[in-house]
């Protein structure tokens, strides 16, 4: 198998297993029980929150929260800020690529809540600019919600500069959907008011993820029982997940450099072999991070290669998973290069630091076979 869709999710590390493993057999108990054994299921979780907060140089100004993932982070960061400072502002800005788990709750909130959401467009290299930023701001707006790393065509979003220009406005808080970012492409976490991230793209088990929010803020829960998660997550916890995740997490943020240097020289041989074949069109900038690579085709039908691709045990898509049961139209690729047909044809490769240079060459001699096979559409 060769499997190029890292992007969807990856394959749990072997470490984050047998600390799932071991967690679940010696630590089950529930931390919310008032017993000794509770308490050591306690002491893992809130070990785990405080090595990933360590791990990101945050310990002294940010919290954690853990979550079931980046879905449910996007959705309690968003709407947890706007319910709870509405008082302050009704307006939240966002980019027209965010992933839908963002896109969803805000469209929520303008349509039954009031907010007004300005969607603002990105330029033909995948991003909004603090240039473009600062032009949308007002003291109106509370929150600004804009990705690290886009998923589709992996365009990098300059963090800092973006939070620099939110924070001139003394109201407004600034969200990054990082999961694409996480394990992956550093930027200046302390920077950033909440960040929402999944641990199943960097080595962790489906099912967990985290909010990371600056101490000061307060959010609205968006799942209310008993109390758990300082509140803003009732529910008993994942202890052996969270452990795991937060081990995945703290091994891959150490390795950040190490694993870029595997995966780097894979991207760019695949982005020359693919710059020199005729009916392909590349959709990820050259500065994208090097994790994923975007290409339309303007010959054969993408879903008919990704389908052929699968055939030969290799596994790209066509595009992202969340939006694919829909219908294979990227608004990603849409919104970048203004080209329907394109976003119609898209593949998204994305690697992961166990992918070779063998598969690469691999997927290159099969990629040619089946560009011969596949009938023109
Ligand atoms: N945001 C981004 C940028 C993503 O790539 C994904 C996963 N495709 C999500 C949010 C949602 O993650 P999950 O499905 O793990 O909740």
Known sequence: MIYFDNAATTEALPSALRKFAEVSATSFGNPSSNHAFGHRARRILDGARVSILGAMGLKKSHELVFTSGATES?????KGVAFHYAARGKRIITSAIEHPSVLAPLMDLRDHFGYEVVILPVNGEGVVTPEELAKAMDGSTILVSLMAVNNEIGSIFDTAGLSAVVHKFRKAFFHVDATQAICKTAF??????????????????????????????????????????????????????????????????????QREAIVRPLNEELRRYFAHKPGVLLNSPVSASPYLLNISLTKKKASVVVEALSNRDIYVSSVSACSSKRDPFSYVVDEE????ARAQNSIRISFSPLNTMDEVKTFEKVFDEILQEVKDR
């Open 188 to 257: 200046p976490y302390g920077d950033c008011d909440l960040i929402s991230y999944s641990g199943h793209k960097f080595g962790g088990l489906k099912g967990t993820g985290a909010l990371v929010y600056r101490q000061s803020i307060i959010l609205q829960p968006q799942n209310e029982g008993g109390g758990q998660e300082h509140g803003y997550r009732a529910g008993t916890s994942d202890v052996a997940g969270d452990a795991a995740m937060a081990l995945a997490q703290v091994e891959g943020l150490g390795e950040l450099r």
């Open 337 to 340: 290069t203004g080209d329907r």
């Open 74 to 78: 996007n959705n309690l960061a968003l």
